[in-house]
């Protein structure tokens, strides 16, 4: 389709209503009565009549089949030019078969499973007419106070933006035009991961050092592995909301990183710029995001009710209008749209094709794959000891988490069908729901004869996600006490968490013989615990965000900097040093952490050379697994900068090995230092390393291991590490 011969076909008003997002209702003959509340009023002031909503151009929320075609055949039955609809929703861990929630995937560290877990969603989600996914969500996440880390995939910089590229890859393939693809849409740009105090919507304030070096990075992996579209965030970025921000889409975005796909604004964050302070009315706030670069409106009226005067009266020119109305027409030429309007709708197919056997198989692997063994005191696995369920989320089909918006919890499988399915007997009581106690007393009455307790605890999914901020991040109190009454049993606890965050888990630990944190497993939650409970899989899951010991820790990174007094400097006094007089400064379970049912030890760690300027370094350890169980181990390297012209993190996550390693078996696995590794951003706008002396770790966490040191540029100084020679083991501690 020659889109640019196409725009000089177009009215004003025709090119204005490719820039407007609207819901599906408005194609309802009786929409005006579908929609109530906010919505309804976001609906009446969008500017949508019966005549023009045969102009717009995408349509938020679609997710079934017969609903694309029809508005899909309506809306082309009505457009003067044969223009199709996109169809855009959030797919963010799954469409039908859900998957667990991003920030458990992450902790799966398995690139390859997030990509076919994305490959998967978009077969589902096409086959249900929609052509674009909100996601990936490259925000970096540091405060389990925000609801929607559940959203993110963690801390780290570089591990984020490996695995939005995956995101990417999954959902896109290698061409749009293929069956099962759809476009990926990464945000939210920019740094909405870090608003003050971890509440949701809330001021972003931070250095551009730390923008440039820690924030952006990620949505620029997602952007060159072809990312088509960028969602615009909800906060302000140095004053200026992300939404109306030059400086972030066009000096950035567009000519930086020279992106030249559609930018859309977020749910009505555009009429939200007047809150903020900087626009006195809506077409005041237009004009401010058609000057940044924002192609289309989400649900705010903004273009519908304003772009056409602004443009008369020339206070936006045509230029920038043609410039966003093509972008959009490119996208959906780029999704073979023009030719197949009806693109990958499969009403018929579409109920085999959800939650089809592979999808849900895979499901249950990545849902293994990603629940963290926090504590395990020779408890798990379990065997055939005589066993009590007890606990809110037993019987729960809560456990889908946020923005599973196609997903049925009536589908989900919750833990005490595994037990029923397996033949395993136990014997049960609920204790409490979620928030509520229905009976402690008979729950530990229950448990009484048992010889270990399964105590499922966590958070109802409405408590994370999008405004799910909270400044308690514990578990509910009635839960927190059923824990301590069976806990006065003396019979091993094995606890199930079910939740989106990271929580202040220190009763919890106290108390608990084993933690498996589960997060939101999906569909296939009941089989994948049961599955670790009993051995079937060892767990192998990493953390990718730190729990704190103290929601006051928050935010909390494992890749700090460093400061003039830290607490273990010798010969200081120890009231003057950089601490907590009432916690530690660590984390309770740190970035990286995660146990097995085997045990791996490490050993061995040696380098090709010491000096980075003669060449890339080859890095080697050996592995063994001396357990009697197969396992998978998350090999970790870590890069520390002594000495910089800027003070630099205590270390940066720069590599890392997911290896199956048999039982009495070894592995060497290799890590190749670049020069590009140890590079970072200078005061003068530059990006490049330092000549110094840097230190290399490798272990099962950010805060065990090995450790060796190198040079750039340097006589590397004849210095044996004493732990350069020294084994570490990680195991079921």
């Not at 499988?413 to 014997?427: N, Y």
């Not at 590794?677 to 530059?686: T, V």
């Amino acid at each position: 389709m020659n889109v640019e011969h196409l725009i000089k076909q177009m009215t004003l008003q025709e090119k204005i209503g490719q820039l407007i997002q609207i819901l599906p209702s408005v194609y309802s003959d009786d929409h005006e009565d579908v929609i109530t509340g906010p919505v309804a009023q976001l609906m009446k002031e969008s500017g949508i009549t019966s005549e023009n909503r045969w102009e717009i151009g995408s349509v938020i929320g679609i997710n079934n089949a017969a609903q694309a075609r029809y508005i899909q055949s309506q809306y082309l039955e009505h457009n003067r030019l044969q223009i199709p609809l996109l169809f855009m929703a959030d797919i963010i861990h799954g469409h039908r078969t859900i998957y667990p929630v991003p920030l458990a995937m992450a902790s799966s560290w398995d690139i390859e499973a997030i990509e076919q877990m994305a490959r998967q969603s978009a077969f589902e989600a096409t086959v249900s007419g929609l052509h674009v996914t909100f996601s990936p969500m490259a925000d970096l996440t540091r405060d389990a106070r925000w609801g929607r880390v559940m959203e993110a995939t963690g801390e780290d910089v570089w591990l984020n933006g490996e695995m939005a590229a995956a995101f990417v890859r999954g959902y896109q393939g290698t061409d749009l035009k293929n069956e099962g693809t759809l476009a990926a849409c990464v945000k939210h740009f920019a740094a909405y991961g870090a608003p003050e105090g971890g509440r949701d919507y809330n001021t972003v304030d931070m250095s551009d050092r730390e923008l440039r070096e820690f924030y952006l990075p990620a949505y620029k992996r997602a952007l060159d592995e072809g990312a088509k579209l960028v969602m615009t965030s909800f906060n302000v970025v140095d004053g200026i909301p992300a939404t109306v921000s030059t400086y972030l889409l066009r000096d950035i975005l567009r000519k930086e990183w020279a992106f030249d796909g559609v930018t859309i604004s977020d749910w009505s964050s555009i009429k939200e710029v007047i809150f903020h302070g900087v626009a006195e009315s809506l077409a005041d706030a237009g004009r401010l995001a058609m000057e940044a670069g924002v192609d289309i409106d989400m649900m705010s009226g903004a273009y519908l009710n304003h772009l056409e005067e602004a443009i008369e009266q020339k206070r936006i020119s045509v230029g920038k209008l043609d410039e966003a109305v093509l972008r959009i027409l490119r996208l959906k030429d780029e999704l073979g749209l023009f030719e197949h309007p009806y693109r990958g709708i499969e009403t018929m197919t579409e109920k085999a094709v959800h939650l089809a056997p592979e999808h849900r198989a895979h499901a249950r692997e990545l849902a293994e794959k990603s629940i963290v063994l926090l504590k395990n005191e020779d408890i798990l696995p379990l065997s055939n000891q005589k066993i009590a369920l007890i606990g809110p989320f037993i019987t729960s089909t809560d456990v889908l988490g946020p923005w599973a918006e196609s997903g049925k919890t009536e589908e989900a499988i919750p833990l005490i069908q595994a037990f029923r399915e397996k033949g395993i007997p136990f014997s049960y009581s609920p204790g409490s729901d979620v928030e509520e106690e229905i009976d402690w007393e008979v729950a530990v009455e229950t448990a009484r004869q048992a010889e270990v307790i399964v105590l499922a605890l966590g958070e109802a999914s409405w408590m994370s996600g999008e405004a799910g901020s909270k400044t308690d991040i514990r578990l509910p109190k009635t839960q927190v006490d059923g824990l301590r009454k069976l806990a006065a049993l003396n019979i091993p606890i094995v606890t199930v968490l079910f939740n989106g965050r990271p929580l202040d888990l220190r009763e919890v630990e106290r108390y608990s013989t084993a933690i498996l944190e589960a997060w939101y497993p999906g569909t296939e939650t009941g089989h994948a615990v049961y599955n670790l409970l009993y051995g079937h899989q060892s767990p192998s899951a990493k953390l990718t965000m730190s729990f704190p010991h103290h929601v006051g820790q928050m935010p909390l990174r494992y890749d700090a900097l460093r400061t003039g007094r830290p607490a273990d400097i010798e010969n200081a006094d120890m009231r003057y040093t950089s601490k907590y007089l009432d916690a530690p400064n660590e984390a309770l379970f740190p970035f990286g952490f995660g146990m097995s049912y085997a045990q791996f030890d490490y050993e061995q760690l040696t380098l090709s050379h010491r000096d980075c300027g003669h060449g890339d370094i080859t890095a080697t350890v050996k592995v063994s697994n001396t357990s009697t169980v197969e396992g998978d181990e998350i090999i970790q390297w870590y890069i520390q900068d002594q000495v910089a012209e800027v003070s630099r993190p205590v270390k940066q996550l720069r590599g890392f090995n997911r290896v199956t390693i048999a039982p009495g078996t070894s592995i060497e696995v290799e890590l190749t230092i670049s020069l590009d590794m140890l590079a970072y951003l200078h005061p003068d706008g530059s990006r490049r390393a330092d000549d110094g002396y840097f230190t290399l770790f490798v272990g099962p966490s950010s805060t065990e291991g090995l450790s060796a040191e190198f040079a750039l540029n340097r006589v590397v100084k004849e210095i044996q590490h004493e732990h350069d020679d020294e084994k570490t083991s990680t195991s079921a501690r």
